[in-house]
């Protein structure tokens, strides 16, 4: 009786192979099913990419079924998530209908998505760099979470990048290897899908192994996987050697040129470059042009074996890059074509493909399509057995307990910076779950945040002990700068965009490791406009923290005009999934950073900003707490007009001592005077625009704005001040259809003190009145 050998190996490559296949076709299938085949409305085009797609294939089909445990996480190359999309297909996870609907509306998402996608992402990714450098800050945030008792050494999964080459270009990619090797991070892989093609054009030839030495001089392992198996074979033969230089010389565009004409453009100049030189062209005769395009092709990063061993020889924490080369569009008619990034197949190629495939027609959605029943059968044996199909899902993390109140923090003037530092120097020195929950974070800014005094209290996180030197030598200090692991505040290089990163990481400890952390982030306000795509990105992803700009406006007026944080009110409100206030008295801060701490973790909630102040004024004596409820809602008459008044004045912020002074000057003019105190205009917007489409959509009900302004008479006059845009209040007056005149800051400073900006902008007590004189008075 005849034995049939089992090669395990080999089996285990095959199925990789044929999963590497179904990958490719079902990628390009998705895309071209959007683009060519599901009816268009409105003539644009819908796009997708196939040859991005076609270059990973292999790399995920080696990563997904055989490199990862169901602990480790991944971000998916933005314009590799149809290849994503496919391996869910593959393992049941995603329905038919989802990939019929990529790129339409409810349908799969264009680039990975935690909050929209119906499959499982463990980060999002789009913007090119930043699912990047997330990994990194990950694999950082779950140390921490090791070392605070909340997830097991072992538990310990690998944060794996999937990326683009030009992805190396952004400028986010190096922030974060810095700080990254500060923080001595572990347990993270970058896996560069090397096809040497961005958008535009072939990368820069200079850059070769220019990225070896970046990344080894920051602590990386840099791992090349330059051939597959089949060169290394050839080129180990008489004359393979030379063949190798050949590439190992080649300029990358003629190389990506070469391998879209394909296997006789590749013979005529491998003949007339080397065909000469021993044994070369006897070798090169071996194979026909098919066999001689494959050859030249076969890069690592289209090898499963070479893959397979790659991963398999890299086991130990230590953070590794991997170049994978890669051909862009391999497989593909689009193969090396310079303008590949968006270019489609049309419908005659993709019917080639899919003869060539062995597809039958009108089973194109099949997801063992092309396979003969035995085949497929154990396909799905062995897909059914890899590790991602027991991957479990994501945990649900117990909410964090938050006190009833948080103390006022006392003092007849105080900035709403200080009252913020203050009410956390309570926290860290309170016993309880709560406290042990909040982490810091500022980039370099942490004592002139008002951050410090927490962090002497809870100390600076780091896996290994750093003594406090200048403690140790006894030399006076107000901030004590030990390090631990038991540390609360994660202390970084002025780099905003890694900022926000690490706030992102930190805001997804709960769905990514199970323990939610309550992360409070401090940057100076103008500067969250150098990170801004990084807020974006982790709004995006839903992660959730307090962020606080300060100090904020004018009361940076001595730092110069560059510094006198203008928009992010804007910001504030047009970022959606942040929840944007902006306080003026200390009892107010308390109010709105217990609330925070809340809205962080309820599953409608989100992340929220605060912009504070250093300037330092007046506290008032409250009645009774009435004004909190809407304080919260995004404003509350600080004096309430009499029913009917023709006029209110309107403030935010730290220039409430003028709004003050200006309304108790006016009052007598103008009877029932009132003077709202808008705490979130943010959070006014939106609720007006969500009553407005409530009412469109046939609901009934009023938003706290209208019920607000609501008390004054129907044309009545508003002056609007805010130290920043006055756009950020001038909206009110379409609420109710009043006359509005807005104050605030709409060019760029210069240098000075408050009274002279503030009378220099026009937002003073002396402004106010005379905006509202021109309003309400008529002269
Ligand atoms: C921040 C940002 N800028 C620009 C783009 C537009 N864009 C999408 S992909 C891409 C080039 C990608 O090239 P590469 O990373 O090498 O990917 P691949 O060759 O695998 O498609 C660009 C410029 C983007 N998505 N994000
Ligand atoms: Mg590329």
């Known amino acids: 009786m005849a034995v049939k050998t089992i090669n395990p190996l080999a089996e285990k490559v095959a199925a990789l192979e044929t999963i590497d296949a179904r990958l490719r076709w079902l990628s390009s299938w998705t895309v071209h099913n959007a683009n060519h085949i599901r009816e268009k409305r409105d003539g644009l085009k819908v796009g997708g990419h196939q040859a991005s797609c076609a270059s990973m294939t292999a790399i995920m089909a080696a990563l997904y079924f055989h490199a990862l445990r169901p602990q480790d996480k991944v971000a998916v190359k933005p314009h590799a998530g149809p290849v994503l999309q496919a391996i869910h297909y593959m393992l049941g996870q995603q329905s038919l209908e989802q990939l019929q609907r990529f790129r339409a509306l409810g349908g799969a998402q264009s680039y990975p998505s935690r909050t929209k996608d119906k499959i499982p992402v463990d980060f999002s990714t789009g913007s090119v760099g930043l699912g990047v450098a997330i990994t990194a800050f990950s694999s950082l945030v779950q140390d921490y979470m090791i070392a605070h008792g909340h997830m097991a050494e072992d538990d310990a999964g690998r944060m794996i990048a999937l990326m683009g080459d030009a992805e190396l270009d952004e400028g986010n990619i190096y922030e974060c290897l810095i700080e990254g090797f500060k923080h001595d991070i572990r347990n993270c892989w970058w896996i560069v899908d090397y096809n040497r093609q961005s958008l535009d054009s072939t990368t820069a030839d200079r850059m070769f ?183 479990p899902a994501e945990p649900n993390a117990q909410a964090i307990a ?41 980039p370099d800014v942490t004592q002139t945040t008002n951050l410090g005094a927490f962090v002497n209290q809870r100390g600076l996180f780091h896996r290994a002990e750093m003594a406090d030197v200048f403690r140790a030598a006894k030399i006076p200090s107000a901030q004590k700068w030990a390090a631990h692991a038991a540390g609360q505040h994660i202390e970084l290089g002025i780099a905003e965009t890694n900022f926000f990163l690490a706030l992102t990481a930190l805001g997804l400890s709960a769905p990514h490791f199970g323990t939610r952390l309550l992360p409070v982030g401090t940057v100076y306000d103008p500067f969250i406009a150098r990170g801004l795509d990084a807020l974006n990105y982790g709004c995006y992803s839903d992660a959730r923290f307090l962020l606080v700009g300060t100090p904020s406006g004018l009361t940076l007026g001595p730092e110069g005009g560059a510094h006198q944080s203008i928009n992010p009110p804007l910001i504030g409100m047009g970022q959606p999934n942040l929840a944007y206030f902006e306080p003026a008295y200390a009892d107010e801060v308390a109010l709105i950073m217990r609330w925070a701490f809340d809205f962080m973790q309820q599953p409608d909630g989100s992340s929220v900003y605060l912009r504070l102040s250093t300037r330092q004024i007046p506290q008032i004596e409250r009645p009774d707490s009435a004004w909190e409820a809407d304080a919260l809602n995004g404003a509350y008459w600080l004096r309430r007009p009499a029913p009917g008044a023709e006029a209110a004045l309107v403030y935010t912020g730290a220039i409430a001592p003028e709004a003050l002074d200006a309304w108790t000057q006016l009052v007598d003019d103008i009877p029932g005077l009132g003077l709202l105190s808008v705490t979130s205009p943010d959070v006014l917007h939106r609720d007006w625009s969500a009553a407005r489409a409530a009412r469109w959509a046939g609901g009934q009900g009023s938003s706290h704005i209208e019920r607000l302004l609501g008390e004054l008479a129907p044309g009545a006059g508003l002056v609007t001040v805010i130290d920043g845009s006055p756009g950020a209040l001038s909206w009110l007056g379409g609420v109710h259809g009043m006359r509005v005149s807005p104050l605030g800051v709409d060019r760029f400073g210069q240098t000075g003190d408050l009274p002279d900006l503030y009378r220099t902008y026009r937002l003073d007590a002396d402004a106010i009145i005379d905006a509202a004189a021109e309003l309400f008075i008529g002269n």
Not at 292 to 315: K, P, S
């Open 209 to 391: 192994r220019r990225f070896d030495d970046i990344f080894e001089t920051c602590g990386w392992r840099v791992i090349t996987l330059k051939s597959g198996k089949l060169q290394r074979e050839v080129f180990a033969k008489p004359g393979g050697q030379t063949i190798s230089d050949w590439i190992d010389a080649c300029p990358n565009a003629e190389f990506a040129a070469l391998t879209y004409q394909g296997g006789a453009a590749w013979r005529a100049r491998l003949e007339a470059d080397i065909g000469d030189h021993p044994h070369v062209g006897k070798l090169l005769k071996s194979f026909d042009d098919d066999g001689l395009a494959h050859l030249m092709t076969n890069l690592g990063g289209h090898c499963i074996e070479t893959l397979m061993t790659a991963f398999d020889n890299a086991q130990d924490d230590r953070p590794t890059l991997f170049i994978a080369y890669t051909v862009k569009g391999y497989g593909l008619p689009l193969a090396g074509h310079k303008d590949n990034h968006s270019g489609m197949m049309n419908p005659a190629q993709i019917e080639q493909l899919r003869a060539s495939m062995n597809i039958p027609e009108g089973h194109e959605w099949d997801v063992f399509g092309g396979l003969d029943d035995h085949q497929a059968a154990q396909l799905k044996a062995f897909i059914a057995q890899s590790a991602l199909a027991d991957k």
């Open 402 to 442: 938050v006190p009833a109140r948080f103390a006022v923090p006392a003092g007849e003037t105080q900035s709403t910076q200080a009252a913020f530092g203050n009410i956390l120097l309570d926290l860290a020195k309170s016993e309880g779950s709560f406290a042990d929950h909040i982490v810091t974070t500022a």
